[in-house]
RNA sequence: UCCCCGGUAGCUCAAUGGUGGAGCAUUCGGCUGUUAACCGAAGGGUUGCUAGUUCGAAUCUAGCCCGGGGAGCCA
């Protein structure tokens, strides 16, 4: 592609184009969309910044009229036009255009496979490369980068230091998950890490309060609009820190993140026609109920669900629409959780442990808690569990040498997002979603 | 792994066991304010695969393949 500086008028974007009403700019990207009616052309236009409406009329511009006359649908467009304010045209401005460059023009023969009206998911899927360049598709992303960019905001407004957990991990953090096994060098076995749980727990020890952001990795074979296999995953731990502070901590980061898309993304979110004054109601504190609370809630809604049960998808569904706020559960039995989970000392068969439900059943967002501190104690959980105690020596350090409490959390960030932007899918509001039977593209 | 639903034109979907259709997309023609524009015409099919029942199967049966949703498990 040539350099198109030389063109005497300001290169902008269609975000920018609004506020220079009246003077002549150029846009350079794609050919979006385009309504003919006899000798006038509208083009709409997209440059990754929005999308905008285009007139040509073929007696006032009949060069551009014939280039552009019969282009198909994603062809690559340097354009060139007068802006002005345009009632009847999307967006309330409108471009007419008086210089068009092809940059690259579709074929004829292999016109572009997303069209303008409904798809089905694997059709979609299949085409999630081209997919992505839909207006829709386009807003969720940029909401997704806005809630990566508050999360990180807020933990370092708070103190905690953002460091790097390893994607190789010897073995399993939690024996429970299914690991993606992979050749390391030489005949050695590596794993894709499930979480970055047990090394930001040594970073909390060296810095004290850190927190990752990163991508995670869960063999499972669920198949449901909740999981990924590759997801990412913002993990909290600080050294000295006890459940309320994680809770608190918790609170804060949701609705820090849900406030700032609220806030600085709200044309995405008009876009795709999400209710901002839900997303307004997210301030803390959060409702909290104990699990022992939750079975009672569970119980009275007419579930038959007993002391000791999982909470299940269900469940848990049951429980958050009795908020507009998403619900803290803490306090699950012992036995449901991780081996590394503290044991609350008034009652030992309950853990210092929490979740997060979102609201509108999207669904547990954050699960975490304290962390045990005792050597004895973490090895006999190990053994409990059946994990292989030499692959945690180094973990069991941690513990031998000036252990301390300590607590942290991990929150899902597809799920988070995926319930601000109210979408149908948690696989919408990834670039690229890696699930179940599915890696391409 | 288990349960439920689906697979028909490039896409979204119709079609009582009796000649496989529509809208959109594509190509051609028309239209000076369209809003997934509209109007007219044309091309486009091994009905997921295999076997079976039947005079006759997109339709009924069995097996397999692929996809979707859910359970379990989890963020």
């Given amino acids: 592609m040539t350099e198109t500086a030389q063109t005497p008028n300001p290169i902008t974007t269609i975000e920018q184009a609004g506020a220079q009403a009246g003077g002549t700019v150029t846009i350079r990207g794609w050919l979006y ?26 007696k006032e511009q009949p ?3 014939a280039a552009l006359k019969g282009l198909p649908q994603e062809s690559s467009v340097v ?8 009632p009847r045209a999307p967006g309330g401005f409108e471009l007419g255009v008086t210089g068009l460059e092809i940059i690259q023009r579709v074929p004829d023969s292999a016109p572009y496979p997303i069209q303008l009206k409904e798809h089905g998911v694997d059709f979609l899927l299949d085409r999630r490369h081209l997919w992505i360049r839909t207006p829709r598709q386009a ?3 940029r909401i997704r980068a806005e809630a990566q960019r508050a999360a990180r905001n807020y933990m370092d407004a708070q103190g905690y230091t953002q460091t790097d957990a390893p994607i190789f991990t010897p073995a399993a953090c939690e ?29 909390a020890a060296a810095l004290g309060k850190v927190y990752t952001f990163g991508p995670t990795f869960r063999a499972e074979k669920s198949k449901t609009r909740r999981h990924l296999t ?29 406030q700032s898309v609220a806030k600085n993304r709200t044309r995405e979110l008009a876009l795709i026609e999400r209710d901002v004054k839900a997303l307004e109601k997210i301030v803390p504190p959060f409702p909290r109920i104990t699990y022992d609370d939750a079975i009672k809630v569970l119980q009275k809604a007419g579930h038959p669900a007993k002391w000791g049960d999982d909470l299940g998808g269900d469940e848990e569904t049951i429980i958050s629409k009795e908020f507009d706020r998403p619900v803290v559960i803490h306090r699950y039995p012992t036995a449901m959780k991780a081996f590394y989970m503290a044991t609350d000392p008034a009652r030992p068969e309950l853990s210092l442990s929490f979740d997060m439900i979102a609201p509108e059943g999207y669904g547990e967002i954050i699960g975490g808690g304290e962390r045990l501190a005792d050597y004895d104690t973490l090895v006999e959980r190990l053994r409990a569990h059946n994990l292989p105690e030499e692959s945690f020596q180094w973990y069991l350090d941690l513990r031998r040498f000036g252990s301390v409490p300590h607590s942290g ?15 149908e899918h948690i696989r919408e509001v990834i670039p690229f979603p890696r699930m179940l039977y599915r890696v391409y593209p």
């Fill in 175 to 203: 024996g429970t998950t299914t690991l993606f096994e992979v050749n390391y060098i030489d005949d050695q076995k590596a794993y894709l890490t499930q979480s970055g749980q047990l090394y930001v727990e040594a970073l």
């Fill in 139 to 141: 807003a969720i992303l």
């Fill in 33 to 58: 969309n385009m309504r003919e009616s006899g000798k006038l052309l509208f083009p709409i236009f997209r440059d990754g910044t929005g999308t905008m409406q285009g007139v040509v009329s073929l």
């Fill in 63 to 65: 060069e551009v009229f």
């Fill in 230 to 258: 590759e997801f990412w995953m913002l993990e909290p731990e600080a050294a000295y820190a006890h459940l309320e502070d994680m809770i608190q901590l918790a609170e804060g980061l949701v609705s820090s993140v849900v």
């Fill in 79 to 86: 354009v060139t036009g007068s802006v002005r304010t345009e």
């Fill in 409 to 423: 959390f991990g929150l899902g960030l597809e799920r988070t997002v995926a319930w601000i932007c109210g979408t």
